[in-house]
């Protein structure tokens, strides 16, 4: 056997109850629904973040345990109308300040009587005896309401402690379903974003794919009556009907989604206030308050026990007294009676009106214990109640969430019709290459069954040859009946490959009739002829073109030449009405605009050759005070552009006056090349070993062993107008 703990969650109240493992949880709740009041079906039981279930056994929960509790939700106090907790009822059995003095407790009974002694302190010592009983007896009354009271107050501390844990617990619970339905919203709304940004692409491109369809004649021999373009290929008005409904669909779900997205965002800022909110604040003001007043329990106890030992001292001396009196001893010395006096004082003026003021510190105490618990009593009721409210809100998510991602369903199958739509256009085209492929395996087909019809007939005749050579041979020696029985004189029958159509016509979308199948060929020739012809007619007009054009390039005002063309062409467009003809004539007036400004550049550009010249850049091999431009390569080195060495490179000190925003090409001016050639990173000679900022590289450019490369300082140019065309 051992001890359930339980704890009320509304008041934490413990209850602490015999079982063992193979006890049932049902059991368990019928014994709390007893000694607490809580109805059985309102009773919640969670232990280690988990619900027992009523059939369940303890052991399913690693119960009973001495380091575990189980914590009591109670549905009905979790309700919206519940009423707020009744505020706690602390009792502090009555206890007698100045109880009724107990009779003397000397073994030699009653005092005697010290009425006719000479010394006044001997003649007082039964009443000091008295009176140290009735503090002692003050102060120990004092002491037990004390204590009961500091009892009480560490006991509302550990109720609040308790229902600081199941909070806990609770948050930890409300936590779980929390993250379910986060994640429920998560993959919802990603589903519902890529569904929505498709079906509002159908809906704006509605129109235009009808158009388009429109537009797209379809192959004369697949057209009838009805079917001219792509779009007959689908119902039209049903079409537009469809369209209709599905707008106005996704308008309402689009709102529908808006209010749960409002609705999520409401109860996701709840959730965040809800955990945000700390019970410990005040519970560390009750834990610092009952851990300074614990000094009080000490001082009364300390005082208790100098009570004690005075009572047990004015009792020796009196106990000693009256063994003197029966045998005859030395006298007691006085000064042993002298301190009574003083004794007596500190009792009346200092112990007990310390442990007066320890009481009533103690009795402060209590009250604000108490007012903290009936407010934490009053926090758990109101949080219990919003984490109610929150558990139902996300049940009722939960909830939408399987109708919203049913109706996510039935509007992508009510869009399938737009789908087919959009889908019409690249069917067709799959379609018709389908044909050319088809056409074209067709072929290959053919091909590969006349020469397989070709290779049998010659392996047909060779085995036929072979026979005759063989019946040739041997029939001089054996009789021709014997051979025939034999079935030597047998020939080998020919084989023929015959294709056969395939099944539903011809994969040439052309009919199976041989008249009309030779009227349309008769139609494509005569079609072919003509175009033919019209090329002819076209090739010759462009030669003619060709030959002015060239005629216009190796005169010497070029841009006149063309003019002179372009009009030409606009008396032969008028003559032949020809619109390709007005286009070319506009496209040569173009062109000879264009070459009359280039001329007038080169005109510019010859007047000022020298200097051109001076500031050209140098794409040969590099000299000193020359022009170089250097671009940035991949390994983030600055290589110069030529023709002749590639291995020109901007050289490390030049690199560190640029700024950490490195530009991707430089030019400057050369100031200095250096010669050097990469040799094996194993080589501590020569020039070939990189030095500057590269010394921990032995191969900074990833050049090949023996390769010459050059090193160039130069002195960069900003701002300069140079001419990027190669120097002759």
């Not at 409904?245 to 609705?263: A, D």
């Not at 003809?581 to 496209?587: D, G, N, P, V």
């Not at 250096?674 to 070939?688: A, D, H, M, N, Y």
Request: net charge negative; glycine share 4%; charged share 25%.
């Amino acid at each position: 056997m051992g001890k359930l703990v339980v704890r009320i969650v509304e008041n934490g109240h413990p209850y602490k109850i015999n079982c063992d493992e193979h006890t049932p949880v049902e059991s368990v709740q019928k014994l709390l629904e007893s000694i607490s009041g809580i109805p059985f079906k309102d009773q919640l039981l969670f232990c280690f973040g988990s619900k027992l279930e009523s059939h369940s056994h303890l052991s399913a929960y690693k119960l009973p345990s001495e380091e575990e509790e189980v914590f009591l939700f109670n549905k009905s106090r979790m309700r919206i109308n519940s009423p707020p907790p009744t505020p706690e009822n602390v009792k502090i059995a009555v206890i007698p300040i100045n109880p009724p003095l107990s009779p003397p407790s000397s073994s030699h009974g009653p005092h005697p009587n010290l009425d006719d002694t000479s010394d006044p302190a001997l003649k007082a010592l039964p009443s000091y005896e008295t009176q140290f009983r009735n503090h002692l007896q003050s102060g120990s009354a004092i002491y037990r309401r004390t204590l009961a009271m500091f009892e009480i107050c560490e006991r509302l501390l550990q109720e609040q402690e308790a229902q600081e844990r199941a909070l806990d617990v609770a948050k930890g619970n409300l936590d779980h379903f929390y993250k379910m339905v986060c994640q429920n919203y998560t993959e919802f709304m990603k589903c519902y974003s890529q569904q929505d940004c498709s079906h509002r692409k159908f809906l704006v491109d509605f129109g235009r794919e009808k158009e388009k369809l429109r537009s797209i004649k379809i192959m004369p021999l697949l057209q009838n009556a009805n079917r001219k373009c792509l779009l007959d290929f689908v119902d039209e008005e049903n079409l537009q009907k469809v369209w209709e409904e599905c707008s106005s669909s996704h308008g309402r779900f689009e709102k529908k989604v808006l209010e749960l997205k409002t609705e999520f965002g409401d109860l996701n800022g709840q959730v965040q206030d809800l955990f945000s909110c700390k019970t410990s604040n005040f519970i560390k003001d009750v834990e610092l308050s009952v851990k300074e007043h614990r000094r009080f329990m000490d001082e009364q106890k300390s005082i208790m026990q100098a009570l004690s030992e005075d009572v047990n001292t004015v009792k020796k001396l009196l106990e000693d007294y009256i063994s003197r009196q029966v045998s005859p001893s030395p006298i007691l010395p006085h000064n042993a009676f002298s301190a009574l006096g003083p004794t007596y004082n500190t009792h009346e003026k200092d112990y007990l009106p310390k442990m007066r003021a320890c009481d009533s510190a103690i009795s402060t105490l209590l009250d604000l214990c108490t007012d903290k618990k009936n407010e934490s009593n009053l926090y758990v009721h109101n949080y219990m109640q919003k984490i109610a409210r929150m558990q139902y809100i996300i049940k009722d998510l939960r909830y939408k969430f399987s109708v919203f991602s049913e109706a996510l369903k039935h509007q992508n199958e009510q869009f399938h019709q737009l789908k087919i739509l959009h889908g019409v256009g690249p069917a067709y085209m799959a379609c018709l290459a389908e044909v050319e492929r088809r056409k074209t395996a067709t072929k290959m087909y053919m091909e590969n069954a006349e020469k397989l019809s070709e290779k049998l007939a010659r392996e047909r005749d060779f085995e036929i040859r072979r026979r005759d050579e063989f019946v040739k041979v041997h029939s001089t020696f054996i009789p021709p009946d014997i051979l025939a029985s034999m079935g030597l004189y047998n020939s080998l029958n020919p084989c023929y490959v015959n294709v056969a159509p395939l099944p539903g016509g011809s994969t040439t979308l052309a009919v199976t009739d041989t008249t009309i199948l030779q009227n349309d060929a008769e139609t494509k020739i005569e079609a072919l002829i003509n175009e033919v012809s019209k090329f002819e007619r076209e090739s010759e007009i462009n030669r003619n073109l060709l030959d002015r054009l060239r005629s216009c390039a190796t005169s010497a005002d070029f841009a006149d030449s063309l003019r002179v063309l372009a009009q030409s062409l606009v008396r032969a467009g008028e003559e032949s009405n020809e619109d390709s003809t007005f286009k070319l004539r506009e496209c040569i007036e173009i062109i000879a605009d264009k070459v009359g400004a280039l001329s007038r550049q080169c005109e510019d550009l010859e007047e000022n050759r020298d200097l051109a010249n001076k500031e050209r850049i140098s794409f040969n091999q590099l000299q000193v005070d020359e022009i170089a431009a250097f671009l940035l390569n991949a390994s983030g080195q600055y290589q110069a552009i030529n023709r002749d060495c590639p291995y020109y490179y901007l050289s490390p000190d030049s690199i560190s006056l640029l700024s950490d925003n490195r530009p991707s090409y430089i030019i400057g001016q050369v100031v200095h090349i250096e010669r050097r050639t990469v040799e094996s990173p194993l080589s501590e000679t020569g020039t070939s070993r990189l030095t500057s900022s590269q010394e921990s590289t032995p191969n900074p450019y990833g050049l090949p062993i023996g390769c010459e490369y050059f090193v160039v300082t130069a002195a960069i140019l900003p701002d300069t107008n140079v001419d990027y065309s190669p120097r002759s």
